[in-house]
């Protein structure tokens, strides 16, 4: 694990990171605020405490991998891997337009991105073959990868699953993003597949429950990996879609919803809100 930055300055950068999601979402017209919001406190200490992968190594073969399963969410991981200093973020500014690389799910055309993704299901399978190819070639560099909670009914999670624990990936480590709703509802009602804990720890490997917007739990969660040695390890993150914003937490439209001025307006008073509060 990197050294980590100080807890109270990863809770501010959590608040600017969804400023600048909504802004670049009310920018382009288009994007998936919901789960940009939900994932984000994860992917803040993913980049900035744990994953060995900065601007200057992402062609090292020792790098370690993160490959973000839950494509439809790319906002989020753009204004983090811009923060990180891959690309100049004036470059958000073309989000969604025509001939950007900065479209709505990720693309290897935008440094730092290692996978394209978008067609749910396929982030595990991707990471499960990283991961063995780093234990085949004796390398020390782990494998992240996060999912959606909404695809977790992919067949592909649960063949990648089988192969993670027989293969002992313990060099990877797969978050789901537990905001328990999807495009059309709530996870329970399109299709239920809870408990999630038991149906990974059937398939052998080691599971934790952490609060996805607790950066501290985060961090201890991501330091005790792996959580069993000769296991893959899953952690699944309790978060809130749309977390942040009064207005769409917890509310299915916001899936794919893009603010309007007033909406947009409020959204930023209430972030910063809560950056004075923090302060």
């Known amino acids: 694990m990197r050294n980590m930055i100080a807890e109270n300055e990863l809770i501010a950068k959590s608040v600017n990171y969804r400023k600048k999601i909504l802004k670049y979402i009310v920018g382009a017209k288009a994007g998936h605020t919901g789960g940009s919001l939900s994932c984000v406190d994860i992917l803040n200490v993913l980049y900035n405490s744990v994953l060995n992968v900065s601007p200057d190594n992402f062609t090292s073969p020792d790098r370690d991998r993160y490959i973000q399963s839950k494509g439809h969410c790319v906002e989020a991981l753009y204004v983090v891997l811009a923060d990180k200093g891959f690309f100049p973020e004036d470059d958000l500014n073309t989000l969604c337009q025509y001939k950007s690389h900065y479209i709505g799910h990720p693309t290897r055309k935008v440094h730092g991105v290692e996978q394209n993704t978008g067609a749910l299901g396929h982030g595990l399978p991707i990471s499960v073959g990283t991961a063995l190819a780093a234990k085949m070639d004796n390398k020390a560099y782990r494998v992240f990868t996060l999912l959606g909670d909404g695809e977790l009914p992919e067949g592909s999670n649960w063949e990648a699953a089988l ?10 480590c797969a978050i789901i993003d537990n905001n328990k709703l999807q495009i059309t509802g709530s996870n329970a009602e399109v299709c239920n597949t809870a408990p999630i804990d038991t149906k990974f720890e059937s398939f052998d490997w080691a599971v934790k429950h952490v609060d996805g917007h607790d950066i501290k739990a985060l961090n201890e969660a991501f330091a005790a990996l792996p959580f069993e040695k000769g296991k893959p390890s899953l952690i699944i993150a309790h978060t809130i879609k749309g977390k942040g914003i009064s207005f769409m937490e917890n509310s299915v439209k916001w899936h794919h919803g893009v603010p309007d001025k007033e ?4 959204a930023i008073a209430e972030l910063d809100e809560v950056m004075t509060g923090a302060n």
Do not use: G
Request: no cysteine; proline share 0%.
């Open 263 to 266: 909406q947009y307006e409020t």
């Open 163 to 172: 192969t993670a624990a027989h293969y002992k990936l313990d060099n990877l």
